[in-house]
Nanobody, 117 residues
Framework: QVQLVESGGGLVQPGGSLRLSCGASGFTFSRAAMNWYRQAPEKERELVASITSTGGSTDYADSVKGRFAISRDNARNTVYLQMTSLKAEDTAVYYC??????????WGQGTQVTVSS
């Protein structure tokens, strides 16, 4: 059974930091590209950060470049999203996504991140 379990969300003040984690099981994690998406209220889900299966390449949405960093530990089947200099507009539910192949795409249940003073 495939599972992606996010953790690390919460309430943080503007300018603060959070690190999200996503633990994976039920598929070959080391062969999956991993992504973080987010969805704010009344907005479409957007891709925030991506990392290749080996971790050799990453990509970011323009809105988070220089502030967020995606990484992975294939030995622990975990992907991370380090978020710094958080802004109110970063408030959203953050979802972990795994792309094992065209037909094997998996989602976590999401974790809420709220940036507010």
């Amino acid at each position: 059974q495939v599972q992606l379990v996010e953790s690390g969300g919460g309430l943080v003040q503007p300018g603060g930091s959070l690190r999200l984690s996503c633990g994976a099981s039920g598929f070959t994690f080391s062969r999956a590209a991993m992504n973080w998406y987010r969805q704010a209220p009344e907005k479409e889900r957007e891709l925030v950060a991506s990392i290749t299966s080996t971790g050799g390449s990453t990509d970011y949405a323009d809105s988070v470049k220089g502030r967020f960093a995606i990484s992975r530990d294939n030995a622990r089947n975990t992907v991370y999203l380090q978020m710094t200099s958080l802004k109110a507009e970063d408030t959203a539910v953050y979802y972990c996504n795994a792309v094992r192949s065209q037909f094997r795409i998996y989602w976590g249940q999401g974790t809420q991140v709220t940036v507010s003073s």
